[in-house]
Each structure stands twice: as C-alpha cells, then as structure tokens.
C-alpha cells in the first residue's frame, strides 16, 4: 500500500501538523518514510524505509 502525504516546512505560510492519525486501513502491509524540507523547500535524503502490517 502506499500513502503519501506532503509537508512544508516549518515556518511557512502554509504549514501542516507534524502528525496523521491514520484510520480505517485494510488489511496489509504499509511502509513508511520521511524527508526533512528546508524553508526553500530543498528536500533531503529519505530515512531508511520501515513498515507495518494491518491484520
């Protein structure tokens, strides 16, 4: 499954809570990842991936 969702940075006109609760997920495995954003929205490296099974 994949899921994407997209921050600003902190700061910014239009910043976004720092956290999701995420509901009603079927059953499978989810797999995860975050990027720090600058405040000229230059992207970092991806932590190391991980995941999670919904049974």
Do not use: C, H
């Not at 079927?26 to 999670?52: C, I, L, N, P």
């Amino acid at each position: 499954m994949l899921l994407a969702i997209k921050n600003l940075p902190l700061g910014s006109a239009n910043s976004q809570p720092l956290f999701y609760k995420l509901r009603n997920l079927s059953t499978g495995t989810y797999y995860w990842s975050v990027q720090a954003v600058d405040t000229s929205f230059k992207g970092g490296a991806f932590a190391v991936e991980s995941s999670f099974v919904i049974e």
